[in-house]
């Protein structure tokens, strides 16, 4: 079963690793909504 | 995690139920991820934010992990992650998230 | 054209601040609201070092200047529990300053009499700094007398003051200057002043270490992350002047510039552009740091039993001036920046600032010794989850570098340890940010050490809630050219860039004479030529054409690699007009077809670099000429713009006749390099009998993609007004930007199906399996053996089996490589190889 389809997605991006939007462009394509997007900095 | 973002996934738990969200991540390690995927399943392992306590077992995933990129759009991901793949570890990325999912996810 | 301006001289400071981290850093701060009682803030206290710790720790003697980063990658890590034997608090670049006498420079920074000091801690402190060897009698008398403990107490617990610490004591306050204003809180003043002390410091270490006087200061820019104002322009700004007032910068005046942590590399760019521009003379880019990110990490460092390393506040300033002649340039011509539509993804960012500016410039990302990028220490990053910064930066240039072909993915580790270096900065977001390198840099490039290094700045503005965005910029530091600006009237009259051409021609038939005698036909033409002697001339030339002492070379029996060949320029007899051979010298591949395909684009570039504006095509009838023709044709149907010629003969077309060539109905005429170099001599050598070349340009430029070197080819038989042609041809290609012009022409035969077009004409001629013993027949491209000093040539070997016969040899472990040697096409290996490689290269039927 797809785990992104037709869900709410949450996005906890990192400025480091994977910033938000970037995974938020990803994710739309896999049928999630995304309610949320945002990008962590620890630096 | 962030507090703000904890009060946000919280919120977003209740607005739409647990078992309809999922979390993706996008941390640059093993143990930064394992720590956010505890928080929004387990509860903040820091007692500092407002997920403390409140054990919400949602989905969640790293962006870089399999399921979740077998989904995506091959040349989006190819776009937006690919190059990351060559800087971050993503197999302790990988065990770190699988060990929390087995764990504490109840999706 | 004004000269780039210079880094004349650079500063940094660190303040030690233990009672700063337990009372002002913000994760304490967010933890005493949340969590009173935590473990976390009891057990806080035992984690703080002592002064004298933080002056030994390795990362922190790097960043005043008494060690340098390679020393710092020599330490085992972690560095926590490491100490520098013999470290001090004064370093060539600033100095580590303990916390009481930091408290007494806040004090004297503050003129609206807000900081009050306990008496005799106030008295202590005086003593201590007038030992100082920067401050002088115009900051020292701004220290107050001091007030009485109970005053403090007082203010502290009634009046909405903030209390400042000593060693767990309580020895002064911050009063607020506003009851209701809450930009002007004790809390937001203990920030700023902080902020404001430690950015008088670094510019006082700056001014010192760069050698000026103060008076000579125009301009100042503060890039740090902190904002002053009321509450009615909250961020109204200008902490650069005030603290150029503190600091005595008397003619100075200047303004902050914002963008997180990418602010100071913003600066760093606008600083060189004012000076390059002539506003200024000499512009400060400097910040200080405050106390907000102090302890930032400290619950993992403290969880994991280690010593809180955020205990110090960062500063840093550096002088750009005016061109001295000696100085690093700041090349502001090659400058990236992440753009409003760039895009997020880390390859989007990295691209941006980057790939795409050396791109522009005609530099790979190997070109550049050291990056700087995100310099945190990883000491105080790694424990945290942050992982490391600076290694993650490097990583993500090198794959970046992986993904657009210009190095192996097994390189990766290589390219980190060679072009990045450890972090040594405290993690202060824009302390940090590129710049910490600057003084190293500076040195490492005036010491030959590095060519050039790249300043990268990158801000998360989304922290400011205003936008997703992420930003950042970057700059490249280089060389100085040698040239000084304001120089007298005589050089004023020259033109900005006057290109100056090596000869080297060791080895001429007509005598060592004609080099000079070349040399000097060309500066009468108003070129400017040197000539390069000696047996190691090659040598000595590239490392001219390195060092930039020379931008073009012209030489005789230079080896090419495969996929570079040269366009030849000549005057043809009918009707005196100029014609290019494309090729001459050189193999611009393997294949017949394909390298005659590639031809036409090198001489297009050689053309259009010369000043044709739309050179026009023609291929000469040759064996290969039509499938050639299919091929350009397809080009054009792409889109790449070919202006084809047309014979002068009755039935026309694209494909030239001998009598095209005589008469030079195309610009340029694509053949191969053995045709081409037959022709080249006929044209050159007609009107003396032969043995002297007396017309024309010489065999040309070697033209190839990522070929970045200007290297003419002259012959034995080249007389000097053919050397003279060869230094015009090279001046020109210089000034009209040859390798720009061969990038686009690259570029836009790319977007036409260059690649697609090539791999449908390719055709092998021979297996490389073919004779092995014992092998098992495959086509699977070989691996290639460890790279080894190949001297020794093979030569007889046809141009279109050269790259298989390589494969040959790797396939039975020997490395080999391929170049064109004076008569032709060569497999070069190691010597103890050769007899072996022979042996092979025959039951393969390479050679004979």
């Known amino acids: ?43 | 995690m962030d507090l703000e973002n904890q009060k946000r996934v919280k919120e977003y738990a209740e607005q739409y139920g647990s078992e309809n969200l999922v979390v993706l991540l996008g941390a640059s390690e093993g143990e930064a991820a394992g720590l956010a995927a505890e928080t929004v399943t387990a509860g903040d392992p820091t007692y500092a934010g407002p997920l403390a306590g409140v054990s919400l077992g949602l989905k969640v995933y790293h962006i870089c992990e399999p399921e979740i990129k077998a989904e995506i759009d091959e040349a989006v991901y190819e776009e937006q992650v690919s190059m990351m793949e060559m800087v971050l570890d993503v197999e302790d990325i990988i065990k770190e998230m699988s060990a929390i999912r087995e764990q504490y996810t109840k999706y | 054209m004004n000269r780039n301006a210079v880094i004349k001289g650079t500063g940094y400071v660190l303040v030690h601040g233990p009672d700063f981290v337990i009372h002002n850093g913000t994760t304490q701060t967010t933890e005493r609201v949340v969590n009173p009682s935590s473990e976390y803030l009891t057990a806080l206290p035992g984690h703080l070092r002592s002064y004298d710790k933080a002056v030994n720790y390795p990362p922190n003697q790097v960043y005043i200047g008494n060690l340098i980063p390679e020393d710092l990658a020599a330490y085992e890590f972690p560095w926590y529990d490491k100490e520098v034997p013999g470290a001090e608090r004064y370093g060539r670049f600033g100095e580590i300053m303990p916390q009481d006498e930091f408290l007494g420079l806040v004090q004297a920074c503050d003129v609206f009499d807000l900081v009050f000091l306990e008496k005799d801690f106030t008295a202590g402190v005086k003593e201590k700094l007038s030992a100082h060897p920067l401050l002088d009698d115009s900051i020292l008398s701004r220290l107050k007398d001091g007030v009485s403990y109970e005053d403090i107490k007082s203010y502290v617990e009634e009046k909405h003051a903030e209390p400042l610490y000593n060693q767990g004591q309580l020895v002064g306050y911050v009063k607020q200057a506003h009851d209701i204003d809450a930009s002007l809180s004790a809390h937001v003043l203990l920030e700023n002043l902080v902020y404001k002390a430690s950015g008088v410091l670094a510019l006082l270490h700056l001014i010192k270490s760069s050698g000026s006087a103060k008076e000579d200061i125009d301009y100042v820019i503060d890039c740090s992350e902190e904002a002053c104002g009321d509450m009615n322009q909250r961020g109204g700004g200008n902490f650069a002047k005030a603290e150029a007032e503190i600091a005595g910068l008397v003619n100075a005046t200047g303004s902050d510039t914002r963008g997180f942590c990418a602010a100071p590399a913003h600066a760093l760019i606008q600083a060189a552009a004012l000076v390059k521009s002539g506003t200024y003379k000499n512009v400060v880019v400097f910040a200080g740091g405050t106390t907000a990110k102090l302890g930032m990490n400290g619950k993992d460092h403290v969880k994991k039993g280690l010593p809180i390393l955020e205990d110090v506040i960062g500063g840093f300033g550096a002088l750009i001036g005016e061109n001295d002649g000696v100085s690093p340039e700041v090349n502001t011509d090659i400058a990236g920046r992440h753009k409003v539509g760039t895009g997020s993804s880390p390859q989007a960012v990295i691209s941006s600032l980057v790939t795409e500016p050396l791109e522009k410039a005609g530099l790979k990302i190997t070109d550049i010794g050291k990056y700087a990028a995100e310099m945190q220490n990883p000491d105080v990053t790694k424990p945290a989850g942050a992982g490391d910064v600076p290694e993650a930066n490097y990583k993500m240039i090198a794959a970046l570098g992986v993904k657009q072909g210009a190095i192996e993915r097994s390189a990766i580790g290589d390219f980190v340890r060679d072009h990045g270096m450890p972090g040594w900065a405290p993690t202060q977001g824009h302390i940090p940010s590129g710049v910490p390198y600057l003084g190293f840099a500076a040195e490492d490039i005036i010491s030959g050490k590095i060519e050039r290094a790249m300043i990268i700045g990158k801000g998360s503005l989304f922290l400011g809630r205003m936008t997703n965005l992420f930003d950042g910029v970057s700059v490249v530091l280089q060389k100085n050219s040698g040239r000084r600006d304001g120089a007298s009237v005589a050089d004023l009259k020259e033109p900005a860039v006057r290109p100056v051409i090596g000869i080297a021609a060791e080895g001429s038939e007509l005598g060592r004479e004609v080099a000079y005698e070349g040399a000097a036909l060309a500066e009468r033409k108003g070129f400017k030529a040197i000539v390069i002697e000696g047996e190691d001339a090659h040598r000595k030339m590239e490392g001219m054409l390195g060092s930039g002492e020379i931008q073009a070379a012209v030489t005789m029996h230079y080896p090419f690699p495969i996929g570079v060949s040269t366009v030849g320029r000549v005057m043809t007899p009918a009707r005196g007009k100029e014609l290019y051979l494309a090729t001459t010298t050189g193999a611009s591949s393997a294949n017949r077809v394909e390298g005659m395909v590639r031809n036409a684009i090198y001489g297009i570039i050689a053309a259009k670099a010369s000043g044709v504006s739309k050179p026009t095509v023609g291929i000469a009838n040759i064996d290969g000429a039509r499938q050639t023709e299919k091929a350009l044709l397809a080009l054009k149907e792409g889109g790449y713009d070919i202006n084809f010629a047309l014979s002068q003969r009755a039935d026309g077309g694209i494909v030239m006749r001998g009598n095209d060539l005589l008469t030079a109905s195309a610009d340029i005429m694509v053949m191969d390099p053995l045709t081409g170099n037959l022709m080249m001599k006929l044209f050159s050598a007609y009107t003396t009998g032969g043995s002297y070349e007396s017309t024309g340009y010489g065999y040309g430029p070697g033209i190839g993609e990522g070929y970045d070197k200007l290297v003419l080819i002259v012959s034995r038989a080249s007389g000097a007004s053919v050397i003279a042609g060869a230094v015009e041809y090279a001046d020109q290609l210089v000034k009209n930007h040859w390798k720009r012009i061969a990038k686009e022409e690259f570029e836009k035969a790319y977007k036409a199906g260059l690649k697609e077009i090539l791999a449908s004409v390719k055709t092998r001629t021979k297996d490389i399996d073919a004779g092995l013993p014992g092998d098992e027949v495959s086509s699977e491209a070989p691996e290639v053996p460890c790279k080894e000093i190949v001297t020794s040539e093979i030569h007889g070997i046809e141009v279109m089996d050269i790259e298989d016969a390589a494969a040959c040899l790797w396939k039975q472990g020997i490395y080999a490589e391929t170049g064109m040697g004076c008569t032709g096409p060569v497999v070069l290996v190691n010597e103890v190889n050769e007899a072996k490689s022979r042996e092979i290269l025959v039951k393969a039927g390479f050679i004979k």
């Open chain 1, 1 to 43: 079963m797809a785990i992104l389809k037709d869900k709410k997605v949450v996005i906890i991006g990192d400025r480091d690793g994977i910033p938000g939007p970037a995974i938020a462009d990803c994710a739309v394509t896999a049928g999630g909504e995304v309610v949320f997007s945002s990008t962590e900095c620890f630096v």
